[in-house]
């Protein structure tokens, strides 16, 4: 049956100013990043964007690497969506692709050069059927390539209309400013640095958040339930349906030891507390924050999705429950 978008969907979102821009971002995005591979049936994950669309949420983040397990999975997947109907929202979505991580093999296929960044975006392209990406990030910073050759070629992608804004990606606070500044000069502003952060991965409160408010620069959060950590599905086992069930995930290397799941058992009390789920609660803490643009999720399901967007109800939180919560994420190392 054809797809028809919800007529009441503006209604049920809220949108935040990129930085000074022009651009408006929903408070919730959605990611392609894990879900929408091989490992997921294409009926799935059209029915998660239509749920997403539906409910207001009109940016959809991918990258060229997306995709379990085919590197490009991810932007097939989507482009065969967008052509089976979704595609005739186009003027009303924001599309992301990036490049930066290994995509192809050789010299050509990695990091930060000129040949990877513009010959990365045609593939993207192609991969989706599209004319031109909304936002094309560069997705980690490189240490051998002059950020000058990695600015201009992102500047270049713009003028030649494949990219109408340009981001950058896990760049942390000098490389952030120096981009900042280069791409200023080069009269093709930055839109937005998209960083993890959440309850246990803090770092850019030290200054990144400072740099890119002062800047009038956004800022996207991703793995705001640190893969699915910050929610109550793991409180006692690992469900079979889960991330950390499946291989090739890295969600249990990198966040499953006895202080994260001590911190996430207090957490949930809060959220409990506060007549919301941890995730919900995960994600409104996140967007406290003024700099931030919108909060990136995941989700394996269509029902997350909706948990997730009725956090609009609830996005306040009290000076007691911002002092509780300081304090369960001061748990020590050695518990
Ligand atoms: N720029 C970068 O370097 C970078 C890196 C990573 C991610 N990203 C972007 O950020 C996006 C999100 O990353 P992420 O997947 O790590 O985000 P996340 O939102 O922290 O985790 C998503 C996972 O959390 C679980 N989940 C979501 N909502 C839930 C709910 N209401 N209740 C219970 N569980 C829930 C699901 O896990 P289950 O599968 O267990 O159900 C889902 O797959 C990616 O798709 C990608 O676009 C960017």
Not at 65 to 73: E, I, R, T, V
Request: include cysteine; hydrophobic fraction near 35%; charge should be negative.
């Amino acid at each position: 049956m054809e797809y028809i978008a919800d007529t009441e969907r503006y209604g049920k979102m809220k949108y935040r100013r990129c930085g000074n821009t022009g651009l408006f971002l929903p408070i919730i995005s959605l990611g392609l990043w894990q879900n929408f591979g091989k490992e997921t049936s294409i009926e799935i994950q059209k029915q998660k964007l239509h749920k997403a669309f539906d409910l207001g949420i009109t940016h959809f983040d991918l990258a060229n690497n997306y995709g379990l397990p085919a590197n490009g999975s991810a932007e097939e997947n989507f482009g065969k969506i967008l052509k089976d109907g979704f595609g005739k929202y186009r003027d009303e979505m924001v599309i992301s692709t990036k490049a930066g991580f290994p995509m192809w093999d050789g010299p050509y296929g990695d990091w930060g050069s000129r040949k990877y960044l513009i010959s990365s975006l045609d593939q993207s392209l192609k991969r989706m059927r599209l004319d031109y990406v909304d936002i094309f990030y560069h997705h980690r910073p490189d240490p051998g390539t002059p950020l000058e050759e990695t600015m201009t070629a992102l500047a270049d992608i713009v003028r030649q209309g494949k990219a109408l804004y340009i981001g950058i990606s896990n760049y942390e606070e000098i490389e952030t400013k120096k981009s900042i500044e280069i791409l200023s000069e080069l009269k093709v502003p930055c839109l937005v640095n998209q960083i993890r952060y959440n309850f246990i991965e803090r770092w850019p409160e030290e200054d990144l958040f400072d740099i890119l408010g002062s800047s009038g620069v956004g800022c996207i959060c991703y793995s705001p339930l640190a893969q699915g950590l910050l929610t109550n599905k793991y409180l006692s086992e690992i469900p079979e349906d889960s991330r950390a069930a499946r291989t090739g995930t890295s969600i249990a290397e990198r966040y499953f030891n006895d202080k994260n799941m001590l911190i996430v058992k207090n957490l949930n009390e809060v959220a409990v507390a506060r007549g919301q789920s941890l995730a919900q609660m995960a994600l409104s803490w996140v967007l406290r924050k003024d700099e931030i643009t919108s909060v990136l999720i995941g989700a394996s399901k269509v029902i997350q999705i909706e948990d997730n967007v009725s956090i609009l109800n609830h996005l306040d939180f009290t000076e007691d429950e911002i002092d509780t919560i300081e304090n369960i994420l001061k748990t020590d190392d050695d518990i």
